[in-house]
């Protein structure tokens, strides 16, 4: 069983950078997609970004130009680099990997935008 520990999350001041990190527990091995989630209080769970194994990367419209999704593939680990953080970006923020036949999702981390 795969799992996915998210970490990285916190308080940030609006216009501030935090730097979210997802590892497996386990080697995957083959074409996998990881990327992120996020769920603000008394919304829907909304995509954030996703990478491939090769690389092909996909943000949403509302964080383009501000949130990169990047990973090591020797570390089987995928980052979120969030700059220019805005109240709206205030959410529980989640990993998850489509592997196969399966998807799998992290616990989540808080990150919160307030001044």
């Known amino acids: 069983q795969v799992q996915l520990v998210e970490s990285g999350g916190g308080l940030v001041q609006p216009g501030g950078s935090l730097r979210l990190s997802c590892a497996t527990s386990g080697r995957i091995v083959g074409f996998n997609t990881m990327g992120w989630y996020r769920q603000a209080p008394g919304k829907q769970r909304e995509f954030v970004a996703a990478i491939t194994s090769g690389d092909i990367t996909n943000t949403a419209n509302s964080v383009k130009g501000r949130f990169t999704i990047s990973r090591d593939n020797a570390k089987d680990t995928v980052y979120l680099q969030m700059n220019s953080l805005k109240p709206d970006d205030t959410a529980v923020y989640y990993c998850?990997?489509?592997?196969?036949?399966?998807?799998?999702w992290g616990r989540g981390t808080q990150v919160t935008v307030s001044s």
């Open positions: 998850y990997l489509n592997w196969g036949l399966r998807e799998y």
